[in-house]
């Protein structure tokens, strides 16, 4: 069938430039590029390109341009482009449009719209290049109070108490599965978490054996509907495990890792055969009340000896709040939250841009849920979906959450240029595939460099705003919505998220 | 802990924050030998500089031993004309009869109204708890407490001063010489122990209510900072039914105070490290015993860290302790002579009225210094 949707991107080579090396072709695995012997030129079919810059950023001459087609539909509010494209390519298909990365459409974005606090005169702003300041943060329950004994000034603490994370600073890594992301892409991103001081999430996928001696002590390992991967020695050698049971994504659904990404490591790696299709089931078919996840928690304790804080990640969605109240009381030490914005490697475009709630409202209302219930200490909050930069990260803590994931912001480190194309397993980047000629263009050494340079600079640029504050220590800004003001935003908007209007 | 107070939680919260900055001081008799107020309002007049006359007040205890068994109500209120104010007295009247069995009451002998601005009522009660049906339940101390939130949360224009046993708050609006002169604190009154607070906030809504101390029970405090970290610990203290609506900083160490010191009876020096812990550069290199509790302290109660710059004396029957923040951004001086231990943002203040010392320090951020009574009987007697 003739397809009726013109190319998506226009690709300009300066043929001046162009010196005929060949690389972009060998760059585009979508085979955007081929090389007319006759003519010895380079053709570019701009119907295959997805625009992930990949041939741009390695032409050796920078020949080439990569933007979006020039090319419109007679202009019309109600039917976009995108619409009227994504209705033509369902007329030619029949199918689900699928698609990757996070929810691109123009949600409001609250971070934008709040501003931070600073101290001026009556309380001195702290320099952070001279003076200490902390960014050591706890996740797991933490009790109402502490007992202690006394004997003869001796004291010894009486309380036990719960396992909990510790994280030099409040940015951990996202789940991200073996299988969804190459073998690469996740040893990078482990490598890193263990240089800075902070957590990977297995995602759902497994952890590949070799894998577990060196990363398991920075490493929290995730049991999803799929149930891939799992045994004792996974479970024990994490420091965390958290149950997945709502992606911010695709709330709702569950996840399919199509047979072509199953190579034989990944097989091994989730315990099914290769080739495979890995689908996770839509619910834990295990839990289909709140007293069955509580089961599982209970159960994974057991299976962890009560020596590691169980999380559950749930999507943000309407009545998110009180349902978390329920999984804190059902025993989760720990909340994560996945809003509107978070990222996927695969998601029917429909349910990716239409459901969920904004992270930012989301942090609020659970965190002011959990105090009103008197259950806040219970349990810590890591908000997941849409965090971009520093002040996202410490806006965030000060709306409640207690530290946040950053998934799309960790593969932009290591090259992503957010194309969506993530479902394809064609990943120029050599992040979102299996294929290996693709995935060794993913070095760990850099990758992982440039993903512990991320939080380095993040770190510093949340001790510098903090300081700016006059607080010294991350746990002081925690809920502290006193330092944060809202900027053209209605007055619901301010309700939910707890803070002021600027000015007042 | 077996109570709760039903909160009015307004969702955006507008509560605001009062900025000040203050002189402190603070004398103790270690013996127990009572004096009256004239050193200490001679010593926090020579700081008159730190305040800008909206705000002093004192802290005296032992001041009513024949009333000692009874918890010393005093009630501030306030309104426009005498109407209104007694308009709240009867109200809380109404209130304090149901609850409590009063046994003597009085309006606080004052000096000329015209020496201050716009005076409130002020009235003092002597008074035992009369427990009723669930309330039976709770300990007097618990019980106090949730009547205190009470009448200031829900009695329009009532505000209690401080609710301790032998005990009481003398504040207002004016500089603290003048609110001491006011209420004749040289002459009517002997205490032990003595904290006094001379006030500079920066926005000019100045009122009787908002000077220091702030107190619950016996725990009074005297406060020069800002609390950066209030929003954090209100949201904790809140937790636990503190009702923080005192529109100032002060109050959440007073309740944090309480919280940690009366319900969950941590000694002071556990408590100096949960609100100005050490950095963790410094715990990181502690021994092992020590590094598990102050990381376990950290831990558990992070949110009650009090973050920004302080320096405050709180004071309790037979104890008056002094700490700064964690990085020592507000000044206190110790010192003592023979049994007297003086607390002062100034060393110059304490100087005036005892020249001769026989030590005087600067204690380090986050270190608290304690001065407590060496014989509490003969006080209690």
Known sequence: ?504 | MGFKIIMPRIRRELYNKEICACSIFGAMNRDGERFTGASVMKAIANMRVRGNGLGGGFAAYGIYPEYKDYYAFHLMFTGKGPHAKFFAKKELDAFLSQYFDIVYDEEIPHGDEATVSDPPLVWRYFALPKKQDRDTMLTDEDYIVDKVMWVNAKIENAYVFSSGKNMGCFKGVGYPEEIGEYFMLDKLYKAHTWTAHGRFPTNTQAWWGGAHPFSLLDTTIVHNGEVSSYGTNRWYLEMYGYACNLQTDTEVIAYAVDLLMRRQKLPIEIVAKILAPPIWNAIDQMNEKEKKLLTTLRMVYGPLLMNGPFAVIIGQTGKMIGLTDRIRLRPITAATNGEMFYLSSEEAAIRLISPQLDRVWTPNGGEPVVGELNNMRKVLQ
């Not at chain 1, 994490?238 to 490591?265: F, M, N, R, T």
């Not at chain 1, 992503?416 to 394809?424: A, E, G, N, R, V």
């Open chain 1, 1 to 504: 069938m003739k397809s009726f949707v013109f190319p998506e991107f226009q690709i300009i080579r300066d043929e001046e430039k162009c010196g005929q090396c060949r690389g972009c072709e060998r760059q585009c695995a979508f085979g955007v590029h081929t090389y007319d012997p006759v003519a010895d030129r380079l053709i570019s079919d701009e119907r295959k390109c997805v625009g992930c810059q990949r041939c741009v950023i390695f032409c050796p001459e920078n020949a080439i341009t990569v933007r979006p087609s020039p090319s419109f539909y007679r202009p019309n509010a109600s039917w976009s482009r995108e619409k009227l494209e994504d209705l033509k390519k369902q007329a030619e298909t029949g199918g689900v449009l699928l698609t990757g990365c996070g929810n691109d459409k123009p949600f409001r974005i609250y971070w934008d719209h709040i501003v931070l606090n600073a101290s001026q005169v009556t309380n001195p702003s702290i320099d952070p290049l001279r003076e200490p300041m902390e960014l050591r943060t706890f996740l797991g329950a933490k009790p109402d109070l502490m007992e202690i004994s006394t004997e003869d000034g001796d004291v010894q603490i009486k309380t036990e108490l719960s396992p909990n994370l510790m994280v030099e600073t409040p940015i951990l890594f996202s789940a991200m599965s073996y299988g969804a992301i190459s073998y690469n892409a996740f040893r990078s991103l482990a490598t890193a978490a263990c240089k800075s001081g902070t957590y990977f999430n297995t995602g759902e996928g497994g952890l590949p054996r070799e894998m577990r001696e060196t990363f398991g002590k920075c490493a929290i390992v995730q049991v999803a509907s799929g149930r891939f991967g799992i045994d004792a020695e996974y479970l024990n050698c994490a420091q965390a495990v958290e149950i997945k049971v709502g992606q911010g994504a695709k709330p709702g659904i569950g996840g399919h890792l199509p047979g072509e990404k199953v190579s034989a490591e990944v097989a091994e790696t989730r315990m099914i055969p290769m080739g495979a299709d890995a689908i996770s089931p839509a619910p834990h078919h295990d839990i289909y009340s709140i007293e069955d996840l509580s089961m599982l928690i209970y159960a994974l304790k057991e299976a962890t000896n009560y020596e590691k804080p169980i999380s559950v990640k749930i999507a943000a969605v309407h009545n998110f709040a009180a349902i978390a109240t329920g999984i804190v009381r059902a025993g989760a030490d720990i909340i994560a939250i996945d809003g509107l914005r978070g990222g996927t490697g695969a998601a029917p475009k429909a349910i990716r841009d239409n459901v969920g709630i904004p992270i930012e409202l989301a942090i609020s209302s659970l965190d002011r849920r959990l105090r009103d219930e008197c259950i806040r200490n219970r349990c810590s909050i890591i908000a997941a979906g849409g965090i971009r930069c520093s002040p996202d990260v410490i806006k965030a803590i000060a709306l409640g959450a207690d530290a946040v994931y950053i998934g799309s912001a960790a593969l932009i480190a290591m090259g992503c240029t957010l194309c969506q194309k993530c479902y394809t397993g064609k990943c120029n980047w050599g992040i979102c595939t299996q294929d290996p000629r693709l995935s060794g263009r993913l070095n760990v050494d850099i990758a992982s460099q440039r993903l512990s340079n991320l939080i380095t600079a993040w770190s510093h640029e949340i001790a510098e705003m903090l300081g700016g504050m006059g607080i010294n220590a991350l746990e002081s800004l925690r809920g502290n919505r006193d330092h944060l003001r809202g900027v053209g935003l209605h007055e619901w908007e301010l309700d939910v998220l707890g803070i002021k209007g600027a000015g007042e």
